[in-house]
């Protein structure tokens, strides 16, 4: 840095301390679709690293890629993640004097053919503040990090000429303190650079309408070389949808142009026309048209086209209910970042289209695009696959969220970023809901943009989680929608049953999915859907954000990472990184690692979970009808789905067959024959749906399974009498069992390796408190009696003592267990009770006859039915980023534990129990902080429990439900193993 004033503008500005600026020389946000090359600019670039703006730019260059975050590409500045917490200590809008600024250069060889035409730069998004030079002149500032923007250069470059184009980008900024999202900061051009030119009459501006009943307006906006020339006469618009001239139907209607003379320099033209038998949009079939808008010079010919995709729909808000085409649907949604384990921020199309199709896959028709607005690809797939949007702006204020709302400073930047959203993305079909921002308290500013978007766009509804809180029925407020975060279940359903409900209630964030996590949403949807005025929401959320990172040297892996994870897991020397793993010393560790899909998009099983819970076909018992299934969607009949029914008995025997899915229109039911004769006997008998796509979809070839509902057609028989058969089991000097399979004998165990839910919850702490995960056995008594040994023991903690008996009866083939454990009230809220032992290594396949195949919690068991299951033991265990309890299966009756010669043990329980066999002992969990740090044991350990504690949400929000809590009191449970 140097004492003088710098002689360049831009820098003298000081705009990075500036809100008031939000942008100069910057072109309007607008919605025209050109779809014509133009000049990409991605690639290389020459890119040096400065450490502060206003430091001098100095002759030694890198290289950079565009686009790309320099975070991950090999300098000094590295990703930080910190959640609420600014990552500076400064108080809005002052910035460090350290602030990491990137410059890239390039040339630009402009094409000879521009010649007389308007050229606009556009860069998709720099973070967070973008200065622009063209050959050393200043051409504009722009922030608002997720959203583009465009410049003039018509008078700044010369066709057929070289410029060079220096894009600086600062980091830290002013609007640094509305971008406090709970993500990794990172800096540079994360989305494409081009540059492109139209004719100097050209669209500024397109706004499509397009209604339920087939109505179609389409308003344009018409300008000559960026408004400071006057328009040409006789101009005029013409559209056609789907190849079809909108012309003879259509009304056309040229507004405020030179025939009355109201404006020569805006031309207003609106084309509008009735579409018959329209084919409408929904997020089940996302029916789309094509339509192309052409501006033309008074002798006919083409000055601009604009393309866009039209869904004809209508969102509206009856009373309580949001409506699609009149319908109540169902917001099963996710939050969704833009995110990638090797940019960062960056995404290509295939990405987008990738998460859109695990989302489809998985049942969810709903994405708020957390928290500023996506890639824009996003929402075209959103328009084609089938999802209802919730566009948010880029605001959020998070750590200063109160005394930046009602700051007229930040007026500006409010109004600035949320009608760029609108104006940028007002005719996708998909978006049915603006919301204004998230976390930024609520004051006059959002009021102001409110304001705005309610003349621009009276066709949707506005929400904003930080307006709604001040009373969900409030008519004053700046949301449409009461879109609480992480509100308890019982009080929206208190909400809704209390006469006072105005507005639709669906959470913008709920079931934080934070590692092993997501219990009780099928608690929340059985609510949701059996009671009026509930409509859903948005589960937090789709990633994992954890960048793949090399072990070695601590440093991002970069763009070219592909094929460095498989299967939610980093390649060897790699690991998934979390906050502070790149040596920041400020961060919010794990908390970034909170999605329903690892960070390579390999679904956790929580995503079962949800698959089952939105199921489009659902089947029930009645006495009289036999099996009777229902059509659960909202629009489409069941025609693109088919199915296969599957009877388990418990005897091991599976009956399949054909399903016929009847001709059934959302919300009707019918009857269904089966293709077998269920067996008088074979025991316990579950009958499952398996429903799959019939034939192909855009999202999933025919044949992919979309939920597989299931019912019990029969109980279990009753228990088998204990007799005694055979000697005295072994027991060693501390009562343990002695068995030649087993390295260590049953023991009891209340202890988990605590998931983020019971650390963040605070449940984890009280346990350690407690004295849980290092309790002191002792034996009391060996007492051995005609065939057999009982065994009673105290396990100390630092509040109780629990005394534990074990029962072991020699029976046909093995040994039964028969066990109680009584907890004194001071541990009335634990993690488990059960059994825990360890087997001889060589058992590395689980068969078992219970829920699965996916890991299954007692509040998490709604997607995984009951039936004869299969896997080997490695594949069992779920690699949660931070390790903590996985590989859980619940309502187990039975399991064996093989070796490829088919020896090995069976166990069978005396009822269904959550059970889990994997390679860690919970205190190999607790002892490291990654996945990649576990080194798996030769044998298995193995956990049955007589009750295990639900998994809840608590890392943010409520816990599990009490019903999932393990009370204190005496457990008991019993279980018979055998050598196979
Ligand atoms: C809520 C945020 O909106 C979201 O960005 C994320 O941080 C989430 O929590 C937790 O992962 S805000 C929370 C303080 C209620």
């Not at 109505?215 to 056609?240: F, H, K, M, Q, S």
């Not at 005694?724 to 027991?731: D, H, K, L, R, T």
């Not at 065939?787 to 100390?796: F, I, K, Q, W």
């Not at 006859?849 to 995984?864: I, M, T, V």
Request: overall charge negative; aromatic content about 8%.
């Amino acid at each position: 840095m140097t004492d003088e004033l710098p002689t360049d503008p831009l820098i003298a500005l000081r705009p990075w301390e500036a809100p008031e600026v939000t942008s100069w020389g910057r072109l309007p946000m607008n919605a025209v679709d050109r779809r014509t090359g133009g000049l990409p600019l991605d690639g290389d670039w020459r890119f040096q690293l400065l450490s502060a703006p206003d430091a001098p730019v100095g002759g030694s260059w890198s290289t950079a890629y565009v686009p790309g975050a320099w975070t991950v590409q090999d300098t000094d500045d590295l990703p930080q993640y910190t959640n609420v917490t600014m990552p500076f200590r400064e108080f809005p809008p002052k910035v460090p004097a350290v602030n990491p600024t990137g410059v890239y250069e390039r040339e630009l060889d402009v094409p000879a053919e521009w010649a007389g035409r308007r050229v606009v730069l556009q860069v998709g998004a720099a973070e967070s503040v973008l200065l622009v030079h063209v050959d050393g002149r200043p051409v504009g500032i722009s922030k608002d990090s997720h959203l583009a923007a465009e410049f003039d250069l018509t008078g700044v470059i010369r066709p057929g000429g070289r410029s060079v184009l220096r894009l600086t980008v600062v980091k830290w900024s002013d609007a640094t303190h509305i971008e406090d999202q709970d993500h990794w900061w990172h800096g540079g051009i994360t989305r494409s650079v081009l540059l492109y030119a139209t004719d100097p009459l050209y669209l500024a501006d397109v706004t499509v309408r397009a209604r339920r009943d087939g109505e179609l307006r389409v308003d344009c906006l018409v300008r000559n070389a960026a408004g400071d020339r006057a328009l040409p006469g006789g101009w005029y618009v013409t559209g056609d949808l789907d190849g079809e001239p909108l012309a003879q139907d259509a009304e056309f209607d040229r507004l405020n142009t030179e025939d009355d003379r109201v404006s020569d320099f805006l031309g207003e033209a609106r084309i509008h026309a009735v579409v018959p038998e329209v084919r409408t949009w929904n997020a089940e079939e996302p029916e789309l048209y094509g339509l192309t808008v052409r501006l033309h010079r008074a002798d006919g010919t083409v000055a601009d086209t604009s393309h866009h995709r039209v869904g004809f729909r209508d969102v509206e808000i009856v009373g309580r209910d949001l409506l699609v085409n009149g319908e109540r649907v169902f917001i099963r949604g996710v939050n969704r970042h833009d995110f990638h384990p090797l940019t960062g921020r960056t995404v290509s199309y295939d990405d987008m289209r990738a998460d859109l199709v695990v989302l489809k896959r998985f049942g969810f028709n709903a994405i708020r695009t957390s928290h500023y607005p996506n890639d824009p690809t996003l929402y075209d797939l959103a328009d084609e696959l089938g999802f209802y949007v919730v566009d948010e702006a880029d605001i959020e204020s998070h750590d200063h969220a109160h005394e930046i709302a009602d700051d007229p400073r930040y007026l500006n930047s409010f109004v600035d970023r949320v009608s760029r959203m609108v104006l940028r993305d007002k005719n996708h079909p998909s978006i049915i809901i603006w919301s204004l921002g998230n976390e930024s308290d609520y004051g006059a500013n959002h009021d102001a943009a409110a304001g705005w978007v309610r003349r621009h766009d009276p066709t949707r509804p506005i929400q904003y989680e930080g307006a709604a809180k001040l009373g969900w029925a409030d008519p004053d407020v700046a949301s449409d929608i009461a879109c609480p975060m992480y509100a308890a279940l019982e009080d929206c359903v208190a909400h809704a049953l209390s006469g006072e409900q105005t507005k639709p209630l669906i959470q913008c964030e709920y079931s934080h999915a934070m590692g092993n996590s997501n219990g009780t949403l099928a608690d929340h949807w059985a609510a949701i859907e059996s009671t009026p005025g509930l409509q859903g929401g948005f589960i937090w959320e789709f990633w994992d954000h954890g960048i793949l990172q090399r072990v070695s040297d601590g440093r991002p892996v970069g763009r070219t990472g592909a094929g460095l994870y498989d299967n939610g897991v980093a390649a060897p020397g790699h690991r998934w990184a979390y906050g502070g793993d790149f040596g920041e010393a400020l961060h919010d560790g794990a908390f970034v690692a909170d999605g329903i899909v690892f960070p390579d998009r390999t679904p956790k099983p929580a995503m079962y979970e949800h698959r089952e819970i939105a199921a489009p076909v659902r089947i029930r018992c009645f006495r009289h009808e036999g099996v009777v299934l229902a059509n659960h969607q909202h629009f489409r009949g069941l025609d693109w789905l088919t199915g296969t029914w599957e009877l388990a008995l418990a005897d091991g025997r599976t009956l399949t067959g054909p399903a016929k899915l009847p001709d059934l229109r959302p919300g009707e039911t019918a009857a269904v024959p089966l293709p077998f004769a269920v067996p008088a006997d074979g025991g316990e008998a579950w009958l499952t749906l398996r429903v799959t796509v019939a034939e192909d979809q855009a999202w999933a070839p025919a044949g992919t399974e979309v939920c597989a509902p299931q019912l019990r057609l029969r109980a279990a028989d009753a228990p088998r009498e204990r007799v005694a058969v055979g000697p005295a089991v072994e027991v060693d000097g501390e009562g343990l069992l002695l068995h030649p399979l087993l390295t260590a004998g049953p023991t009891l165990s209340l202890w988990r390796a605590p998931t983020d839910n019971d650390e963040l919850g605070g449940i984890a702490p009280r346990w350690r408190a407690w004295g849980l995960d290092r309790l002191v056995r002792k034996v009391v008594s060996v007492r051995r009696e005609g065939g057999l040994v009982t065994v009673l023991a105290e396990y100390a903690g630092t509040v109780g003592v629990v005394r534990h008996r074990q029962e072991f009866t020699p029976v046909e083939g093995g040994v039964r267990v028969d066990e109680s454990a009584e907890l004194p009230q001071e541990f009335h809220d634990v993690a488990r009770v059960g059994s825990v032992f360890e087997t001889v290594g060589g058992l590395d396949l689980l068969e078992w006859f219970g829920q699965g195949p996916w890991e299954s919690y007692p509040d998490r068991a709604a997607g995984a039915p009951v039936g004869h299951h299969s896997l080997p033991v490695d594949e069992l265990f779920t690699p949660y980023l931070r390790p903590q309890e996985s590989g859980g299966r619940h309502g187990v009756r039975r399991f064996t534990l093989s070796a490829p010669d088919a020896t090995g043990l069976a166990v069978e329980l005396d009822e269904p129990r959550q059970v889990s066999v994997t390679r860690y002992r919970a205190e190999d969990l607790t002892a490291v902080t990654h996945h990649d740090e576990l080194v798996p044991r030769a044998g298995c350990v193995v956990h049955l429990d007589a009750a295990h504690r639900g998994l809840g949400t608590a890392s943010c929000g409520p816990d599990t439900f009490p019903s999932y809590l393990v009370a204190p009191g005496i457990h008991r449970w019993s279980w018979t193993l055998r050598v196979l």
